[in-house]
């Protein structure tokens, strides 16, 4: 069974920095692309970054491009998404996803399994 699960959100004031995790399990960690995207109430998943396990690439979305990253450990089995410089607007549940083709997703209908979200505000 494709489990992921999601930890390290917070409180955190703008301009600050936080790392969410994303532990995966049930599955071939390198067969697969794992992705965070976060979601405000009333408005769209927004799909935030992407990392390919599968060929090493990543995807970036405008908003979060040079303030965020998504290194990951495969002795794990777990991606993160590092956040620097964080803002207000960043403010959301954050959800990790896998795609089970292994190629990258910008969107959040690429994926084919989600974890819990994980809430994340930054006050100003």
């Known amino acids: 069974e494709v489990q992921l699960q999601a930890s390290g959100g917070g409180l955190v004031q703008a301009g600050g920095t936080l790392r969410l995790s994303c532990a995966a399990s049930g599955f071939t960690f390198d067969d697969y692309a794992i992705g965070w995207s976060r979601q405000v109430p009333g408005k769209e998943r927004e799909g935030v970054a992407c990392f390919s396990t599968y060929d090493g690439a990543t995807y970036y979305s405008d908003s979060v491009k040079g303030r965020f990253t998504i290194p990951s450990d495969k002795a794990k089995n777990t991606v993160y998404l590092q956040m620097n410089s964080l803002k207000p607007e960043d403010t959301a549940v954050y959800y990790c996803?896998?795609?089970?083709?292994?190629?990258?997703?910008?969107?959040?209908?690429?994926?084919?399994?989600w974890g819990q979200g994980t809430q994340v505000t930054v006050s100003s």
């Open positions: 996803a896998a795609r089970s083709n292994g190629y990258i997703g910008s969107q959040p209908n690429d994926y084919d399994y």
